[in-house]
């Protein structure tokens, strides 16, 4: 989840190429229209099934519910949802995922922890992305950081660059973990 532009797509695209075939990765898009991004993930090599809400913000379990029954994954898959970019409504819902993760990228400001705390308190990670840009926006990422724990002391913060690929590494190794941690 994050808002539009944050890097959600070129985050998976890059995991997609990098390690997706460990993870057997299939993807749930969602956006209010277009197929741009399920292009991105097809080509990229996974399987993707795109979810067009209209006017609306967010996904919902019933969606996502027929969007897993059309990949139809094995059951050593993992399933990314990629939420419609809006850091307010998908926090809301329930999609039945073992884990949310929020990205945020810096070219967004080192506040929005604080103007959209329950996006962040429902996150199990955030991801700060385009860290490359961090200088050339102003942007201070020790107080983006003490606004994620004073919102949610138990979410981990994972420092990215998707273009870059600076980061990716620890963002692997959560993936890995955290499939460790559903299987056992």
């Given at each position: ?36 991004d399920a292009e991105r993930i097809r080509a990229a090599g996974s399987k993707v099934i795109q979810i ?68 962040f308190r429902s996150a199990t990670l955030v991801i700060l992305n385009k860290i490359d840009l961090a ?50």
């Amino acid at each position: 989840m994050s808002s539009p532009g944050a890097g959600k797509t070129t985050l998976l695209e890059r995991t997609i190429r990098e390690v997706g075939s460990e993870f057997d990765l299939q993807i749930i898009e969602g956006d209010q229209a277009s197929t741009l991004d399920a292009e991105r993930i097809r080509a990229a090599g996974s399987k993707v099934i795109q979810i067009n809400t209209g006017a609306g913000c967010h996904l919902d379990a019933d969606m996502v519910n027929r969007a897993i029954r059309q990949l139809k994954p094995a059951s050593n898959s993992t399933i990314v949802i990629e939420n419609v970019g809006n850091l307010i409504c998908p926090a809301l819902f329930d999609l039945g995922e073992h884990a949310k993760v929020v990205m945020a990228a810096v070219t967004d400001g080192d506040e929005k922890p604080t103007k959209y705390p329950h996006m962040f308190r429902s996150a199990t990670l955030v991801i700060l992305n385009k860290i490359d840009l961090a200088q050339h926006v102003n942007f201070d990422v020790a107080r983006f950081a003490e606004n994620v724990r004073q919102i949610n002391p138990a979410a981990s913060i994972i420092k990215v660059s998707a273009t870059t690929g600076h980061g990716l590494n620890d963002w692997y190794s959560w993936l890995r973990q955290t499939r460790s941690v559903q299987r056992s």
